[in-house]
């Protein structure tokens, strides 16, 4: 068993406690939050998700263990632990079967690793800090990953100041085409990975950097908190570094030059090892992890190891405040020769990717040919064949699918372009739709647009260039010109690349090589991603993702209902005391003023010397309050009020914001929760949660991407297949998504019926599926059986014109005895509980059915209700 595979055990217990911790509980608040948000068009995916949650048990259920620990706590038995690291039992006993000196002959002993093959767990056992690898295979969102992990401990660290959460992160990149992937980070929408209480501190406070090219320093305050500095690996190395010689002044020498190339090193280094409670995150790290692990690690482990331990590697001459809380390493390629990484603590691979629709499929489309030297003749049948296939696909935007070419050197290129050309044109193309870019030949601008709608080229033809962080989710074709003669990460390049996955595509990837290579292919996928290439060939996606897009924008009459709410009231009888806060005093950076008078000889000596907090970002104390009222339901006017008291000046730093929510929610203890009975016009559709565009005739349409499994995918009602059975009725948005064949059949039944007797019903529509509450009003809150309140959204409101309303919820037989006493139940009593509150306007049935379809009988009362010929309620 893998460590990744002991750990899902673990973390699946405390998933079902509901991530429960007693001295953090804010952190079931936020991985609830993130996996479920109120947010629309985003949400983390599912193997973010399973990341994000492994990374806090580690951090706060294990205390953020080194691996080694985390090994032997996971593998308390001598044999498991050797065979989760892999250690053959030859190399056991050559150490006289004595786990310490096992453990040190794999440290110390170069030899002893070559032999037996332990390079990677040599590097395990080598770090002195926690290091973990999140290995994620490509399009699953590393780049996200990395931004819901420090937002998360940002946020953990605002909520409870004192307890060593990180503070400020450094995020390296290999290359300058990673780098430019990152930017990500800085369109990330935090809000739907963080509640909205912690959202708005977050948001206010963090400071995030991309270093650039000619920069002596980074632009950081030294000492300060929040800051995210993404940089490339070779701008903070320990090591001499070509700048620009003009910033040497006009009379430089070659000593003045190579004490500036250590100097700028060692100005970013200073800036970032001033930053206390730091996380290192290293993107893309099977470049200094794994492949590379012989040629690239020591260079920047050397730099890590000089912010972990500052005093060792710059011999003292520098101190600084340091506090490296772990390093989180991100890949899709955890193996070094086949040897799996033994830091893996998640594993997500290309296969799953491909199942879970992330990945695009290439199931029979890994196409092997053999040109017998005749390249000429494989490239041409390459061309034709993409566009044949792919001639006509494109995305939901329009922008047409797209081939890549891989050639080993520029040379190659200029020899073999003709052929393209040719083909192009005998296929009736122009040849302008080629897109060349290589080192004698730049076309950045038009490298950078060629993933979108506006590039005008379709087929690139590359060397050396568009390998990881090359995003091009119209990729749908990839080829490699000539037979391989090294490995040359053609996997990375090809296999990967054109396997992006968009909402609503369901044409499969497809890849051109040789039979030589598809050799290579195979051997660099399970030297790279510990697949195989009958895994890759093999796997089919499990889910699909679509956009389904509103059709009755205005015309949706809410639904009015009378509904029990919640909220504070003051308890008279306890005689509670007035709002009294207090300043907070953590969180704003301290700074010194010091005053200067003029002495003696007219130098100028220290006068005074004050110690002083500031925070540059602050909140006006109106905005606060209303914030603060929203939340604890306290008067705005006493909020403000006591907020004015605090802050004279007129506003409060953003860092105080939490402390002051915390105080106030204690405060609010001392009332009591009172329920009220109140009319609410609850929208079946809110437009505003769906993303608006507007179409090339002018029209506004509002849409929104959704994923479902690809068993479900019949489930699928396009209003464009059903208008002629539905007429008017129903498809208030379309494709409807139904979660069973039972509910797809009821609303057949209830179109049936309408044939008889449409003129008494008003519209039916379809609820089951939407449930994110920035999308609809029409949700009811119940107790689960976890305490905790729930929203629950039955399946369908058929709606008679006399605006009377029947609610049905569709349940297969066997989840019968669970409405008694389950989860089933508290949700149908809380629906219960909405119909009794309206008697006139609201009926609620639920119906059971043992098979696929729904018996005739169980739609008699459906059908009473229909034609006004139900029972009066209570009756």
């Known amino acids: 068993m893998q460590l990744y595979e002991a750990l899902s055990i673990r973390i699946a217990a405390w998933r079902e406690e509901n991530y429960k911790h007693e001295t953090y509980p804010a952190i079931a608040e936020i991985l609830e939050w993130a996996a479920n948000p109120e947010f629309p068009n985003f949400r983390l995916r599912q193997p973010q998700l399973r990341a994000l949650e492994t990374y806090w048990y580690l951090r706060l259920v294990e205390n953020t263990p080194h691996i080694f620990d985390l090994y032997q706590s996971l593998f308390p038995k001598k044999k498991n632990l050797l065979e989760a690291f892999g250690i053959p039992d030859e190399a056991f006993s050559r150490a006289d079967y004595d786990l310490e000196a096992l453990i040190e002959s794999i440290r110390d002993d170069p030899d002893f690793v070559r032999e037996f093959r332990l390079e990677a767990v040599r590097e395990t056992l080598t770090l002195d800090y926690p290091s973990y690898i999140l290995a994620l295979a490509m399009g699953a969102g590393k780049t996200i990953l990395i931004g819901a992990i420090f937002a998360t401990e940002f946020a953990m660290a605002q909520e409870y100041p004192e307890d060593g959460f990180v503070e400020n992160a450094l995020v390296f990149a ?93 100005l970013r280094l200073q800036a970032i090892a001033s930053l206390p409670k730091l996380a290192i995150f290293s993107d893309e790290a099977h470049h200094t992890y794994g492949q590379a692990m012989d040629r690239e690690l020591k260079k920047v482990r050397k730099t890590v190891n000089y912010l972990h331990n500052p005093h060792v590697e710059s011999g003292a001459r520098e101190a600084h405040e340091t506090q490296l809380v772990c390093v989180v390493n991100t890949t899709g390629t955890p193996f070094f020769q086949r040897q799996p990484l033994r830091d893996v603590v998640v594993w997500y691979g290309l296969s799953e990717g491909i199942r879970d629709g992330i990945l695009k499929e290439v199931a029979g489309n890994i196409y092997g040919i053999d040109f017998r030297g005749n390249e000429k003749e494989y490239l041409a049948f390459v061309v034709e064949d993409f566009f044949q296939t792919y001639g006509a696909v494109e995305l939901a935007d329009g922008t047409p699918a797209k081939l890549a070419i891989f050639f080993p050197q520029t040379d190659d290129v200029s020899e073999l372009r003709p052929i393209v050309e040719t083909t192009l044109t005998k296929i009736g193309l122009p040849p302008a739709l080629i897109l060349e870019h290589h080192t004698k030949n730049e076309n950045k601008a038009d490298f950078d647009r060629f993933k979108s709608k506006d590039s005008p080229q379709r087929v690139a033809l590359l060397v050396d260039r568009g390998v990881e962080g090359w995003n091009v989710p119209a990729l749908f074709a990839c080829a490699l010109a000539r037979q391989l003669k090294t490995s040359n990460n053609f996997v990375l390049q090809a296999a990967s690349r054109c396997l992006r996955q968009v909402a609503g595509n369901e044409a499969k990837a497809r890849i051109y090589l040789s039979l030589e290579n598809k050799n290579v292919l195979d ?353």
């Open 174 to 266: 290999p290359g300058k085409t990673i780098i430019e992937s990152l930017r990500e980070l800085a369109e990330t929408h935090y809000e739907a990975i963080l509640p909205p209480r912690m959202y708005k501190s977050f948001a206010a406070t963090l400071k995030l950097t991309f270093t650039r090219d000619g920069d002596p320093d980074i632009p950081v305050t030294r000492g300060s908190s929040w800051n995210v500095i993404v940089t490339n690996t070779e701008k903070i190395r320990i090591q001499k570094e070509t700048i620009n010689k003009s910033y040497l002044g006009p009379l430089f020498d070659q000593k003045k030059e190579d004490e500036a190339k250590a100097e700028v090193a060692n």
């Open 523 to 875: 051997r660099q996928l399970q030297e790279t991603y510990g697949e195989t290439f009958a895994a890759l060939l093999g796997g089919e996606s499990r889910s699909r993702s679509t956009i389904i897009t509103l059709r009755k924008v205005d015309n949706v009459p809410p639904l009015v209902v009378q509904k029990v709410v919640r909220s504070l009231r003051r308890v008279e009888a306890k005689r509670a005391s007035p709002l009294q806060l207090t300043r907070p005093t953590i969180g704003a950076d301290k700074g010194t003023v010091i005053a200067y008078t003029p002495g003696e000889g007219g130098k100028l000596q220290v006068a005074d010397q004050v110690t002083t907090l500031y925070d540059v970002d602050t909140f006006d104390l109106y905005t606060t309050a209303q914030d603060l009222r929203r939340t604890y339901r306290l008067e705005v006017f006493e909020l403000l009020s006591e907020l004015q008291r605090l802050y004279p000046e007129g506003s409060l730093p953003v860092s105080h914001y939490v402390e002051l929510a915390k105080q106030v929610e204690k405060h609010t203890s001392q009332y009591e929760v009172i329920e009220e009975t109140v009319e609410v016009a609850l929208a079946l559709v809110k437009k505003e949660g769906f993303k608006q565009e507007t179409d090339e005739q002018g029209n506004e349409t509002y849409t929104a991407e959704i994923s479902y499994p690809i068993d479900r995918e019949h489930l699928l009602a396009h209003y464009a297949d059903w208008q002629k059975r539905a007429g008017k009725f129903g498809f208030h948005y379309t494709p409807y998504n139904f979660d069973s064949n039972p509910e797809q059949n009821f609303f057949e039944n209830l179109l049936e019926l309408l044939k008889l007797k449409p003129d008494e019903v008003e519209d039916i529509y379809f609820t089951g599926a939407l449930t994110d509450t920035k999308k609809t009003d029409f949700y009811i809150e119940y107790r689960g059986n976890d305490g905790r309140m729930h929203n629950y959204t039955p399946d369908f409101i058929i709606r008679r014109n006399d605006g009377k309303c029947l609610i049905v919820e569709v349940k297969r037989e066997k989840e019968r005895e669970d409405e008694i006493d389950g989860e089933n139940g508290a949700k149908a009593l809380a629906t219960r509980k909405w119909e009794g509150l309206n008697p006139d306007r609201l009926k609620y049935q639920m119906v059971f059915t043992p098979g696929e379809s729904i018996a005739s009988k169980d739609m008699i009362q459906v059908q009473s209700f229909m034609r006004r010929q139900e029972k009066r309620h209570g009756s």
